[in-house]
């Protein structure tokens, strides 16, 4: 990894998580990062690597410290690194995120695309996840772009997780260019450990009604493969787990509509099957929602609502 020496000062935790740090001003100089204007806007908050030596970790660029080469971790953040205090030698950090060779994005765009399909924590890091948007994205019933970032084994969701709220285009160009893209509808599919017995959280600012069918439909079709019934919660806080409601969400973000965030726990994601019945039932819900493709469009003979109509297409 070809980055910059920096030295580890302690601070406040800027997030439970651990996942986001602060840099001295002379650190964005010497990664040639720009400061931000406003750290809350969505897309500003970049992502780093630091390797302490134990492998690079991936982190989040949240606030501007003092000055200095240096930057600034509280106990969570440290605990990714797999310390408890600052190392007494600078580490390695660089702005590149695929700079470690570990971390690989995926983009496939697509003409005429009104939705976007994305597993921001695909590989290791949240498993079957990235199979499901492929899943999706590649149904013909509607046209859909996808974006999947994989990460490799060993530590994977300690060293190479991101929330959804932080993950930005500055550091992502698949991102980036499925940003550019005006889609109608968005899905991003994740994964939690365990929450109870939750199966899926089914979250996002999509209207509410489009998500309560979604739900009912994943508990009805889940109950079957899982062979028990099936605990699937519609996310309408946040203060529930994983609601996918912050309008930074990157998954709000790519859709007009909004975002649709589907959270799945272990057991459902390690159950043969499951993982695929859930994609489905996805798929379906956005093939009502979406415009046709042409062929289909061309086949049925059938028009739809054309973009820019603020009522979403029935
Ligand atoms: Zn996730």
Known sequence: MTGVQLRIGEAQDLDPAGEQVALGLDAFALLDLPVPPDFGAPGSR?????????????????????????IRMGNAALGRLLMDEPPPSPVDVTADVFGSCELAETAVLRSCATVAVIAPHGGSIERATDAQAERVASDGRFRADSWICRGPGGGAFRRWHITSDDLSEASFPGLRALLRVPHDLAVSFHGFSDIHDVDVIVGGLLDDEVRCAVREELERRLTVVLARPAIVLLASSTHDPHPGLAPDNVVNRLARLG????????????????????????????????????????????????????????
């Open 259 to 314: 975002g649709l965030q589907i959270e799945q726990g272990l057991a459902l994601r390690s159950t043969r099957d499951a993982p695929a019945v859930v994609a489905d039932v996805v798929t379906e819900q956005l093939a009502a929602l979406a415009p046709p493709t042409s062929a289909s469009a061309v086949r049925e003979g059938s028009g739809w609502v054309p973009s820019g109509n603020p009522d979403p297409p029935h």
């Open 46 to 70: 970049r992502q780093i690597l630091v390797d302490a030596g134990g492998g690079a970790v991936a982190y989040t660029v949240a606030a501007a410290g003092d000055s200095g080469e240096i």
